[in-house]
């Protein structure tokens, strides 16, 4: 991925709490997870494309499909969103066992196109980052939000895959996250849901 220099810049550091409550929503098309369709009369069953969870509720345990290519997903749009800049408005973590949740909320109903794969550590122009973690997870936002007036957070978390995660600055109309992932890289799946707009990573150990 092309990556000119540019200065990210930082605005403030903000610690939150990694508990939350279940949030219910639509999914976008195209997210993985499992499913399977009734076998055709006289045949044999024919798989179908995995699709994405339908709401925020988190599975019991770990078993859901995941690996370590990249996910991405189209823009949604969302029910009556208000006029302005999507953005990103906050992170939220959630340990379950064998696995960690990062909700990306945004600032509408709706979600821009989006990108989750493994990358350097280094913000939208290239330059390092200072986080933990011994790969890392970069999340990709087509927002067209300009930079100012959003204030940068970071979340340290444990146990679990995921030790840190940090919104990371803007560049050409992209805003971007990297998470930080202990014992190298681990397998993932994310979706997007809208009413209200977020983007769900899920972090399991392999």
Do not use: C, V
């Given at each position: 991925m092309r990556r000119p220099r540019v200065t990210v810049l930082v605005f403030a550091v903000l610690l939150v709490a990694a508990c939350t409550d279940e949030v219910h929503g639509v999914a976008s098309p195209g997210g993985p997870a499992s499913s399977s369709t009734s076998p055709p009369s006289g045949g044999s069953p024919t798989p179908s494309a995995p699709q994405a969870p339908t709401d925020e509720q988190?599975?019991?345990?770990a078993s859901f499909p995941a690996d370590t290519e990249?996910?991405?997903?189209?823009?949604q749009p969302g029910t009556g969103d208000p006029a302005g800049a999507m953005h990103v408005d906050g992170l939220r973590f959630r340990s379950h066992d064998g696995y960690t949740r990062l909700v990306v909320d945004l600032n509408t109903n709706g979600v821009p196109e989006w990108t989750v794969g493994y990358s350097e550590p280094t913000g939208p122009g290239g330059g390092p980052v200072d986080i933990a973690g011994e790969a890392f997870l970069r999340v990709q936002l087509r927002t067209g939000a300009a930079p100012g007036g959003q204030s940068t957070s970071r979340i340290r978390t444990s146990p679990g895959p995921v030790v840190e995660a940090l919104t990371t600055g803007?560049?050409?109309?992209?805003?971007e996250i990297l998470l930080?992932?202990?014992?190298?890289?681990?397998?993932?799946?994310?979706?997007?849901?809208?009413?209200p707009g977020r983007i769900v990573i899920d972090v399991r150990y392999g």
């Open positions: 988190a599975p019991d345990d990249d996910d991405s997903g189209p823009a803007f560049f050409e109309g992209y805003e930080g992932i202990d014992g190298g890289q681990q397998p993932f799946r994310a979706f997007a849901l809208t009413d």
